[in-house]
């Protein structure tokens, strides 16, 4: 058995990739709330970088940056029990809109 991570950050990613959160909490706080945040964010980033000149390389990168927080937040939801299939679809879908976003 293997021991409970003492930092809040290491506890958030080990209670999602064990499928310990309520589907409630990861589809519209972590997943609608927070990550909507900070897609947009780092939308808002590659935008400004991409104003003043940077690299094109570097605005992608910036763009993307949340793609694997996002596909965590996916595969999380998809372990977590009793969620019901409206939870799934809804995740997709906004799934692929922070992807274009």
């Not at 999602?16 to 900070?38: C, Y």
């Not at 605005?59 to 939870?87: G, I």
């Amino acid at each position: 058995m293997s021991e409970e991570p003492t930092t809040p950050i290491a506890r958030f990613f080990s209670l999602r990739r064990s499928g310990r959160v309520p589907w409630q909490t990861l589809l519209w706080r972590d997943m609608l709330g927070v990550g909507t945040l900070i897609n947009l964010t780092a939308t808002l980033l590659a935008l400004v970088a991409a104003i003043h000149g940077a690299h094109t390389a570097l605005v992608a990168l910036l763009h993307f940056a949340p793609l694997p927080y996002n596909l965590f937040l996916l595969a999380a939801l998809q372990r977590s029990p009793q969620r019901p299939a409206f939870a799934g679809a809804l995740a997709g879908t906004w799934f692929v809109t922070m992807l274009v976003l």
